[in-house]
């Protein structure tokens, strides 16, 4: 009997975009901070979720809202 050891995908997503994991050694803060590059908006953001479905840890980044003044 041969088994193997697979890697966990994580999935992040952000206003419905499915964004690629740009680097598994990142924690999910990171990979945050690594898209507000590209999304200026997710600077405030929160990580969500870490939830395993068996196969994938999926991450939600979620705009933080709130009100000026």
Aim: glycine fraction near 12%; aromatic fraction near 10%.
């Amino acid at each position: 009997m041969t088994t193997g050891i697979n890697a966990v995908q994580r999935v992040f997503t952000y206003a419905g975009i499915a964004l690629p994991d740009p680097d598994a050694s990142l924690t999910p803060e990171q990979v945050k901070e690594y898209y507000t590059a590209i999304y200026p908006e997710l600077l405030n953001a929160s990580v969500e979720g870490g939830d395993f479905d068996g196969t994938s840890l999926s991450y939600s980044l979620r705009r933080g809202t709130g009100t000026k003044g």
